[in-house]
Every structure is written in structure tokens, then in C-alpha cells.
């Protein structure tokens, strides 16, 4: 199971930091993902980390913003977003997959969390 949290409303510039927790040892060593999906938009790709977060992919659109990162220790997967742009705002997803490298599409991933609202307001 995959839970998020640290989502939230802040102004455009502003920073957030989202957490994903995972419950059971299943997800603990494995790659995981975040994605997002905007209003009437699909969902895509933001960033990935790799089991033991030696290899990291970043969308374009926030490469250089965003950071990832993970703690196995405590079972989290985090996403700090800095310099937050309106076009961030969104439904945020962690996702996590059966492989231990980095993916970016949905479909590579085997659970999904419920999300957690991004807004940034201008």
C-alpha cells in the first residue's frame, strides 16, 4: 500500500515536500515513481527513483525544480518542489513497480496511492 501526504496550497515560487509511504517489505526495494494529473489533463510522468535511488529521472518540465529522493530505513519516497509554478498544480501520484531501475510510464508501474492535491495559485 502506497499512501501520500504534503499536499497543499502555496503561491507561485513557493516550495512543498510530498511523502509516500509504503506499508509491507514488497515495495520497500523497489523502483517508484511520481506522476501528476492536471484538471481535464492525463496523468504524466514527474519523476523516478531507482530501488536504492542510485539512478533518478526527471520530467523536462520540472528538472531543476524538483528533487527525489527515498529513505528505506522508514519506507518513504519523497518529492521536494521548489520554485512551484501554477502548471504544477495537480493530483500528485506515487506509483511503485516490481523492478528494481527507473521507468517513466504508467503502465511499468504495479500499485498506485490514492494522491494528494498540489495547488499553486499565481
Known amino acids: 500500500q502506497l499512501v501520500e501526504s504534503g499536499g497543499g496550497l502555496v503561491e507561485a515560487g513557493g516550495s512543498l515536500r510530498l511523502s509516500c509511504a509504503a506499508s509491507?517489505?514488497?515495495?520497500?526495494?523497489?523502483?517508484k515513481g511520481w506522476f501528476r494529473q492536471a484538471p481535464g489533463k492525463e496523468r504524466e510522468f514527474v519523476a523516478s527513483?531507482?530501488?536504492?535511488?542510485?539512478?533518478?529521472e526527471y520530467a523536462d518540465s520540472v528538472n531543476g525544480r524538483f528533487t527525489i529522493s527515498r529513505d528505506n530505513t522508514v519506507n518513504t519516497m519523497y518529492l521536494q518542489m521548489n520554485n512551484l509554478k501554477p502548471e504544477d498544480t495537480g493530483v500528485y501520484f506515487c506509483?511503485?513497480?516490481?523492478?528494481?531501475?527507473?521507468?517513466?510510464?504508467?503502465?511499468?508501474?504495479?500499485?498506485w496511492g490514492q494522491g494528494t492535491q498540489v495547488t499553486v495559485s499565481s
Open positions: 506509483a511503485a513497480r516490481y523492478y528494481y531501475t527507473t521507468a517513466r510510464r504508467q503502465t511499468d508501474y504495479n500499485s
Open positions: 509491507g517489505r514488497t515495495f520497500s526495494m523497489y523502483a
Open positions: 527513483i531507482s530501488g536504492q535511488g542510485g539512478e533518478i
